[in-house]
């Protein structure tokens, strides 16, 4: 609990008023960036906003861990940006953004940004302009501003905001790749890729620290993160997996066979609830009924989209620590434990119904588990992308503590 409570401490120091001023076109000493996200509770999505253009004009975007870049619709009813500009098929800008470039027969650099909720993707031009980021200085209370004149994204039609949060503009992608914003963060202060998410069912932050001087974010919970690699895949190159090599339930490991290249986890903020491969999720979901009825709790009819709901007039709570089974997932190694439980593990959708928030992704999902957005809130992760590793800590609950704490102070609610 003290390390959690120091880190939110340190990020408190930081509090200031989001100034979007465009007489910064430099880049000042900064300490590091935070987007402040929102869930939205329509659709279960991660929201954060960033200004752009000229003259700068906020706009929303949905949180997309995995996504290679950031896309928008560039043609919004505010008109155009007088600075944003088109980038060359045949440059290396195009080159980082879209390895097969020489194939197309276009001058302009095309991209193709996806919907990743719906599926649907599209061709987008590859352009740069000016994005203002939020960013606090380590060493003044003062807030700073950072203007990038060439911030690389993709211009999308707007058919692909279908699906997303009202009033959302496009998708954040924190993928890794060159052109994310996280990449793109990092080469511009020539700081190391790498980022802490901190989720939450109200507010949270993605944050960015340069590292130029030591680390103020990351050094209020090292104490506390357990580190597991990132493992790459080769058809899905951006996105953030790990191992996984046993899962159990209760201290009961579950008899599992793996198709080949199965055995993995995908880390995901676009899947609202964690999600299984068919036939690993008939085996998780009949170990956990049985540990359920262990422990003297009633299964009811269930509530879409959830498998299996309990009722939860005999729980006490759904912190952490209350009284249903406790999932292990052994990463690296069985010494390696990503742990879910309580609130984590459990959705409460209604006084007397709780349902479990692991669902049935199909016999198509590529990996073992995707863990959505439900798991991942309220643990705080480290995705060190030079070294390739991801930190995780227990759930913050665990300390009677949210990731939404985070956010106070900070006024960007009211801005949304």
């Known amino acids: 609990m003290a390390a959690f409570l120091h880190f939110l401490l340190l990020l408190c120091s930081f509090a200031y008023n989001f100034n979007t001023s465009q007489s910064r076109h430099t880049y000042p000493q900064q300490k590091g960036a935070i987007f402040h996200v929102t869930k939205d509770r329509s ?119 279908k699906g ?65 690699p990132l493992v790459t895949k080769v058809d899905s190159p951006h996105e953030y997996f790990i191992n996984l090599k046993s899962i159990r339930v209760n201290g009961k490991r579950l008899s599992l066979n793996y198709k080949e290249g199965l055995g993995g986890i995908k880390l995901s903020t676009v899947v609202p609830y964690s999600t299984m491969e068919s036939s690993v999720y008939a085996v998780f979901v009949k170990a956990y009924e049985q540990a359920a009825m262990a422990m003297n709790m009633t299964r009811v009819a269930s509530v879409t989209p959830f498998g299996l709901c309990f009722g939860s007039e005999n729980i006490d709570g759904i912190r952490v620590g209350s009284r249903v089974p406790v999932v292990d997932l052994a990463l690296q190694s069985e010494m390696v434990k990503w742990r879910i439980h309580g609130r984590s593990s459990m959705v409460q959708v209604s006084d007397e119904v709780m349902c479990l928030g692991l669902l049935d992704g199909g016999l198509e999902q590529k990996t073992s588990i995707v863990l959505g957005g439900h798991q991942l809130e309220d643990t705080p992760l480290h995705f060190d992308l030079g070294a390739s590793m991801l930190g995780f800590s227990s759930s913050t609950l665990m300390d009677q503590n949210s990731c939404s704490d985070l956010g106070l102070g900070f006024g960007f609610k009211d801005s949304m």
Not at 54 to 78: E, K
Not at 105 to 133: H, W, Y
Not at 166 to 183: H, I, K, P, Q
Not at 215 to 228: A, C, E, K, N, R
């Open 164 to 228: 997303l949060a009202t009033g959302a503009g496009g998708m954040l992608g924190l993928g890794r790749t060159r052109v994310s914003v996280v990449s793109q963060i990092a080469a511009a202060f020539g700081s190391k890729p790498q980022f802490i998410l901190c989720l939450s069912s109200s507010n949270g932050v993605v944050l960015h620290d340069s590292w130029e001087y030591g680390s103020y974010f990351v050094s209020g919970i090292s104490d506390s993160l357990t580190y597991t």
């Open 43 to 161: 659709t279960l999505q991660y929201v954060t906003q960033i200004h752009h253009g000229s003259p700068l004009q906020p706009t929303n975007l949905v949180i997309d861990l995995g996504g290679p870049f950031l896309w928008l619709t560039c043609n919004s009813d505010s008109g155009s940006s007088s600075s944003r500009s088109l980038i060359s098929h045949s440059s290396i800008k195009c080159l980082s953004a879209n390895p097969n470039t020489q194939k197309s027969k276009s001058s302009k650099c095309e991209t193709f940004p996806q919907n990743r909720i719906t599926q649907m993707a599209t061709q987008g031009d590859l352009v740069q302009d000016i994005i203002a980021l939020p960013f606090v200085d380590g060493s003044k209370t003062e807030p700073i501003t950072a203007v990038n004149s060439q911030f690389l994204f993709s211009c999308a039609p707007k058919l692909l905001l």
